[in-house]
């Protein structure tokens, strides 16, 4: 039997026909594949071993390879693990069999595109095809000097240039990502720039703030209706996730999600299929799912808050992004950007900072993190008119270091994990400026050093949006 051969739309120039690579050890599997790919318009190419399938890749550029996950000389893994290593730009795709998705799972951790369950079926094949096909093409880490339109997490750190590799390896997959992260350390923005360079960069990003929908309307909201199913429903509306279909669904702040909405999100997640309300059929949907917490969601699992299958779903890669405190020497490119950008906002003449207002912020510890740099700049130059700004002119808000209560009073919150600690002494803050002011919330806002926006973030997150009802 041939080591490989080839298949495919001979009479197209090589350049303009994307080679395919199909490695698999069943003769039927191959054939079949073969034809289906070459009906697309395709030059195809196998291999049934490893060693056989490396031996074509050092002789012949491809732009897609399928592989069988168990094959005579290896695993599909082992081929994964080499494609990643020697041929970057090329996405990968494993074939696994019926309830063998953990290893799945683990090809997706080593770098595969995506995955297909035997009995293959044709449409997602060709699905999978036309989206690994339509992946921007791999651009080396970028600086964050660099110019254009691409949103970018600026920061020249090695725990940033770090986060900005591992994005870019995420972009290439179409695994559910879980972003873990403090408050205001760019959890959506890291989404959107997995999105804008993955496959489905051409299609639709949908944010959704799991926290900010009442209860009694998530369902209608994710799911859609059909016109006529409650009172109030004058039209169909599709929801979150058909609106989403094809591209890539953002879900903030998923801990926030009740049980009941959790199970209904994960048979969504498992049979890709949605059921509006008031609808008799179900619709397909084709949705990358990445989601974000500030909580550890292992610890909303031990306490009964989070379901341990909805986790797996959600966390197949789980992207952490490191605190501004951990960043300090990417403090004054932050500064000198969020400066420009609120003075061209503002409409008023460029600002500086001197060494000592800038020496100022790097020795702070930000518990708010890039969002709150930037509120104390926006409140910083509200206050001053020079156009170097010195050290006191800061406006740093008037609470104890989170770090300072950690070392003085570790008795209080012992079991609490770091951000509950930090939570619940922000959250202590502004209840307190809240009744100083009777819940003037301008009032609160300038004796906590921040903006009004900020305040009303900071409450929405904390559930703080109810004022105390009187007696």
Known sequence: MPLSKSRGAHSSSPASVPNILIVDDEPDIIELLEITLA???????SAQSVSGAQMLLRSRKFQLCLTDMRLPDGKGLDLVKYIAQHCADMPVAVITAYGTTD????ALKAGAFDYLSKPVSLKQLRDLVKSALNLPPLQPETSSQAGGQQRLLLGESQPMHQLRATIDKLSRSQAAVHIHGESGTGKELAARMIHERSARHQQVFIAVNCGAIPENLMESEFF???KGAFTGADKDHNGFFLAANGGTLFLDEVADLPLSMQVKLLRVIQEKQVRRIGDTQEIPVDVRIISATHKKLLHCIENGQFRQDLYYRLNVIEL???PLREMRTDIPLLAEKIMAKLCREAGRSPCSLKK????RLMNYDYPGNVRELENILERTLALSTEPQIGRNEIQLPDLPSPALHLTTTPELDDALPLQDFLDKLEKDSIVKALDQSHYNRTIAAKSLGITVRSLRYRMERLKLNQPPVSP
């Open 103 to 106: 290893n799945a799972v683990a």
């Open 224 to 226: 859609g209706y059909k």
């Open 39 to 45: 009906r697309m318009g395709l030059n195809v190419a």
């Open 320 to 322: 952490n992004m490191p």
């Open 356 to 359: 000592e207002a800038m020496d």
